[in-house]
């Protein structure tokens, strides 16, 4: 038994090294200067009908960023709707630049948005999906315990869309974009062992560290 | 069924009693689901409509629960209780959203306030929808309000000392429609994810009336001369 669990693990390791994600970076506006200090806060869209930017991967970018630069101050996007409730809901939010301007016309929006003292918004559009998916494993339970057979494998991609605007110059500033895939494995003898590509986090990794390049540059 | 099934097994009474109920429960589980809506609401950033409101929370609308039998074979009954969350959600709206607000509970209030108009929101309709049925990966909920404004005077029944909303005609109703949804996550269960959905539902609720409710047929004469427009 013991014997037999030690060549699933040996196995998963090696499905493991063969695990790959592919980033695909796009950058279309150069940065032009960076932030020294300030706050900014990164937001999902939610106005798809068959989809919601997944507000952990939001949290994720945003941890990247506060990571990688004490100067920027990032509001987490919960805290930063509900401040402005209900102007950034799915049926509210501004979908570009131009309605902010619309929206800073109301006085308690406006004093709202000065006291979080906001450089940048960042919109994030995207989701990570399984594609497709191959294999079988059979389970069964019998008076002497419980256990699985078989193999199954599955893709994973994701695919985000980072929008950048500046506050202070009330303008559209960049658009970034990560494409990350992968293959997933789970053989099973007895225990099934799931060996899942890290895709969401690479591409998180891959759009955060854009952002910070973005965010840092001159500074 | 479960009963003849434990019977013809070598257990003591007890220990049959006992499996029996665990039998049923798991299956219970298997078969119905039961939400009651929970979550935090902030209060909106509003410049307050310059009225005094009196609201009228019904019975019904307090105590608003969607429940949708299983009629197929793999299908699960649920009951999303909604009610509470409800009252706690434009119990948080209302009070930002109008100058002055307060909540008519009972004929004495009605006497005691001195409010321009009652507001009652009734909950029409809440349909849900989630992966099982619909093989999008996003748990859905629909709501459809009617909301009416109506003279104090039309709901006060003088004779029973008691509020009456048979008769009243309010000076300004409207529908209100509000949709919410959440994407499947990793171990998250249904039920989760029904509450969360129902959760946004609300606060797309809140920001549909914030938006829409000075372009309601009525309200803006209303608001310029509320002793005169009714």
Known sequence: MKRALLSVFMLGGLLGGCVTANVDEMTFDAPVAGMADGSIVVLGRRHAPDYDTEPDFIDCIGNHISRGSESISVIPERQFVDALYPWF????????????????????????????????????????????SSGSMTCGVGPTGAGCFGFGTWG???????????????????????????????????????????????????????????????? | MVGRLLDSMTLGRKAQRLLTLITLLVLAACTSREV?????????????????????????????????????????????????????????????????????????????????????????????????????????????????????????????????????????????????KTPTAFMQSDIDAVNLAAVMALRDAGANFITSFLRVPGVMDWIKNPEEAQ
């Open chain 1, 89 to 132: 809901e799915p049926r509210t939010a501004p979908l570009s630049i131009e309605s902010v301007g619309r929206l800073m016309m109301l006085p308690s929006v406006a004093n709202k948005l000065e006291d979080l003292d906001l450089n940048y918004m960042i919109w994030i559009d995207g989701r990570t999906q399984d594609t497709n």
């Open chain 1, 156 to 219: 994973t991609e994701s695919e985000y869309e980072a929008t950048i605007w500046n506050f202070d110059d009330g303008a559209e500033v960049g658009k970034m974009s990560a494409l990350t895939s992968g293959q997933s494995y789970m053989p099973a003898v007895v225990v099934p062992i799931p060996i899942i590509a890290p895709v969401q986090d690479t591409a998180c990794d891959s759009l955060g560290t854009q952002l910070l390049q973005y965010l840092s540059a001159g500074s």
């Open chain 2, 36 to 180: 009651i809506v929970e979550g935090s609401f902030p209060t909106p950033l509003v410049d307050p409509v310059p009225v005094s409101v009196g609201v009228l929370f019904t019975q019904e609308f307090k105590e608003h629960e969607l429940v949708d039998d299983a009629t197929g074979r793999g299908e699960v009954s649920w009951r999303v209780s909604t009610g509470t969350a409800q009252v706690e959600f434009w119990s948080t709206l209302f009070p930002a959203f109008f100058q002055n607000v307060v909540f008519i509970e009972s004929y004495e209030d009605l006497q005691t306030y001195d409010v321009d108009a009652v507001l009652i929101p009734k909950v029409a309709d809440v349909q849900y929808a989630i992966p099982l049925y619909t093989n999008v990966k996003v748990y859905e909920i629909w709501m459809r309000y009617n909301l009416a404004l109506v003279e104090p005077e039309q709901i006060i029944d003088e004779e029973n000392a008691s509020i009456s909303l048979e008769n009243m005609q309010p000076f300004a109703e409207w529908p209100l429609t509000a949709y919410g």
